[in-house]
């Protein structure tokens, strides 16, 4: 294997293994609760937020800043190349992180959804980008709540998401847009639970 693809390779899975650590279980450690069964049963922050304010935020910034860092990382601190790296590296290295999140070896390759550190890695790429998905999401989870909506907190986390696509699609070149397009539609995909409950609830 050419040294170029095997630093490469490294690179992808020390952001794999950054991504891969398990916030919702760290903080919720020495509370008497496996957050792997209560609840949703999803180790993320949504579910942290049903037992504990304060912790659920230690998860998202736990969450979102292993997205952001495992970027940093490879980019500025370890970088593959004395050239910048193209826009699709950049995709590449996020998904890495965002699979680990989603595939945790510490959680049997089980693990949470992906929001929050998907979230992570377009503050990194795109951070202009972020205060209007971070603001929908807040809005919606308001107005979900006072509503009482059923999974609240897909809808106002999803709908957030598909703003940062489409600001993506907007004004960026059509190669990124549609790495975020391919991005929201696997992080839909491990929603997938949380749209059978939707469905389910419909009268």
């Not at 998401?161 to 696997?186: K, P, Q, T």
């Not at 491990?190 to 009268?203: D, E, G, I, S, T």
Request: proline share 5%; charged share 15%; net charge positive.
């Amino acid at each position: 294997m050419p040294a170029f693809d095997a630093a490469l390779l490294l690179r992808l899975a020390v952001c794999y293994f950054i991504g891969s650590i398990p916030f919702a279980v760290i903080v919720m450690m020495g509370t008497g609760i496996d957050i792997l069964t209560a609840g949703s049963g999803n180790p993320g922050f949504n579910n942290v937020l049903r037992f504990s304010k304060w912790r659920s935020v230690l998860c998202l910034i736990g969450d979102l800043g292993k997205g952001l860092f495992a970027i940093i990382l490879v980019t500025r601190w370890w970088p593959l190349s004395a050239e910048p790296p193209s826009q699709a590296l950049l995709w590449m290295y996020g998904l890495a992180a965002i699979l680990g999140h989603c595939f945790s070896p510490w959680l049997k390759f089980n693990g949470g959804k992906g929001i929050a550190t998907s979230a992570g890695v377009m503050l990194y790429l795109y951070p202009w980008y972020v205060p209007p998905m971070v603001l929908v999401y807040i809005v919606l989870r308001k107005i979900g709540k006072r509503r009482k909506w059923v999974e609240e907190g897909t809808r106002a986390s999803l709908t957030g998401y598909a703003l940062f696509v489409a600001i993506l699609f907007a004004r960026e070149d059509l190669a990124s847009a549609l790495f975020g397009l391919a991005f929201f539609l696997f992080v839909a995909w491990r929603h997938k639970k949380n749209f059978q409950n939707m469905r389910a609830a419909r009268p």
